[in-house]
């Protein structure tokens, strides 16, 4: 089985660079860390945040700047793991083959980071659109490559709407993490297979255990779990 993983706010914390990002950027920013992402993750994007709040800000103008420093290494330094990063992506390796899929513009930053927050060697590949086409186009061109991501039995998890939307198109089983952008309820809308609110919850002695059990501790005795209903969900809508 092959598991799929988004990157910024599913196994990185990427909340302290969007947020000083977007302080310097919009200087007339008041708004706390905990303000900033709680109206991220439960009403919408910088484009309606800068409406509602900062209209005498060009928008446009705004997205270029962001796009141009959301990458440079002064605002990657600020990534971190989640506290379960490791535990979960060590453990999903003995059983399982693990890809990442990220909408990064750098795939050389990309690697840089990977090595640094010491996530690269859980990858058997990591795949980034670097502003060439979208998530959607790339994984269709793996598939194309690769019969085993086809599977239907592969798993997608990310933060994101778009992201499930994605996953359910091509069939996997996709889980939708509500730590990162977007919050449960948003999440919800857009009917993933299960949300999980960290990471660890998706290992078969986890906290709700995962309807497909993910992996055993020990694979010498698996011990696998029935899969209970699904998560019922709400209308899908755009991000």
């Known amino acids: 089985m092959k598991v799929i993983f988004d990157l910024d706010g599913t196994i990185i914390d990427s909340s302290e660079r969007m947020y000083r990002l977007f302080c310097k950027l919009v200087p007339q920013c008041r708004l706390t860390k905990e303000e900033y992402w709680e109206y991220k993750r439960n009403k919408g994007n910088h484009k309606k945040l800068i409406e509602t709040k900062y209209p005498e800000v060009d928008f446009y103008e705004f997205n270029s700047k962001w796009m141009a420093l959301i990458e440079t290494d002064e605002y990657l330094d600020m990534d971190k793991n989640y506290p379960d990063t490791i535990e979960v992506l060590d453990k999903l390796k003995v059983n399982h083959t693990l890809y990442l899929l990220t909408a990064r513009q750098s795939k050389t930053k990309l690697m840089v980071e990977l090595r640094r927050l010491g996530l690269l060697g859980f990858f058997d590949k990591v795949m980034a659109t670097e502003g060439q086409c979208t998530k959607e186009r790339l994984l269709e061109q793996e598939i194309k490559k690769s019969l085993g ?41 857009y009917e993933p297979d299960e949300i999980v609110g960290e990471l660890v919850e998706i290992l078969v002695n986890g906290n709700p255990p995962c309807p497909i059990h993910l992996t055993p501790t020990n694979p010498q005795n698996p011990s696998p779990s029935p899969s209970p209903p699904k998560t019922p969900g709400t209308t899908t809508s755009a991000l």
Request: net charge positive.
């Open 149 to 189: 991501l086809a599977d239907k039995s592969n798993i997608f998890i990310s933060d994101m709407g778009k992201d499930i939307q994605l996953g359910k198109k091509i069939g996997y089983y996709c889980i939708g993490i509500s730590h990162g952008f977007m919050s449960r309820s948003r999440l919800l809308r």
